[in-house]
């Protein structure tokens, strides 16, 4: 499914350092979401974006933030603030939350503690 | 907010056996479910849907509101079956289940 693009494959952070994930859809899809999949806990909510300008936070949205200034694009910031980045950050997008539309993913991007 | 529960973290079966992974819902109405399946070194993806009423892959999952629950069900496993599997609501906010990883053994 090459309708989402995740970048970097692979991204390592400095302590104290904010780092930012790329998630660009060529779906138009109008809903985006980030998630954390950890090993054993599955996939965890952190934002989501069901409109260009608007977004919620998940179950897990302390130390990151996101923004949503262009339809096609969700980027997700990873700042220092989150004590425990190291994961592997999936990113999906909907035609429309809440309307009974699957949901396509990205390859993922792994975030390493250096 | 929906949220659906799946009580096995890890499920082995021999190839050949039938199998069943749980997925359990804790809101009322009608909702609307997905499986999504992640094969080794593969994007997520959906696998099916509660109102398709579909049969992908041999695997059919039925709705049971009496029980809330939505399993996936497979009669025959087959070694290139071996995934993670999430069960996911419709909604506003998508809250995937915990995910159970199934492996078929030869």
């Known amino acids: 499914d090459g309708g989402i693009t995740q970048s970097p494959k692979y991204l390592f952070r400095k302590e104290g350092q904010n780092v930012t994930l790329s998630c660009e859809q060529n779906?138009?899809?109008?809903?985006m979401y980030w998630y954390r999949q950890d090993p054993g806990q599955g996939l965890r909510l952190i934002y989501y974006?069901?409109?260009?300008?608007?977004?919620q936070k998940g179950d897990i949205a302390e130390g990151y933030s996101v923004s949503r200034e262009k339809k096609e694009s969700f980027p997700l910031t990873v700042t220092s603030a989150q004590k425990n980045p190291t994961a592997f950050y999936l990113c999906?997008?909907?035609?429309?939350?809440?309307?009974?539309?699957?949901?396509?993913f990205g390859d993922g991007t792994r975030l390493s503690i250096l | 907010a929906q949220r659906v529960t799946q009580p096995e973290k890890l499920l082995s079966v021999f190839k050949g056996a039938p199998v069943e992974l749980k997925c359990n819902y804790s809101?009322?109405?009608?909702?609307?479910l997905f499986w999504y399946v992640q094969y080794s070194r593969q994007r997520l993806q959906l696998l099916l849907r509660?109102?398709s009423r579909e049969s992908i892959k041999g695997f059919t999952a039925d709705l049971n509101k009496g029980e809330t629950s939505f399993h996936l069900k497979k009669p025959f496993a087959q070694e290139e079956d071996s995934a993670m599997y999430y069960c996911?609501?419709?909604?506003?906010?998508?809250?995937f289940g915990g995910g159970t990883r199934l492996m078929v053994k030869p």
């Open positions: 974006s069901q409109i260009v300008n608007d977004f």
């Open positions: 509660h109102i």
């Open positions: 809101y009322s109405g009608s909702p609307e």
């Open positions: 779906l138009n899809h109008d809903a």
């Open positions: 999906a997008s909907s035609s429309r939350s809440g309307t009974n539309q699957p949901q396509h």
């Open positions: 996911a609501p419709e909604g506003n906010m998508l809250t």
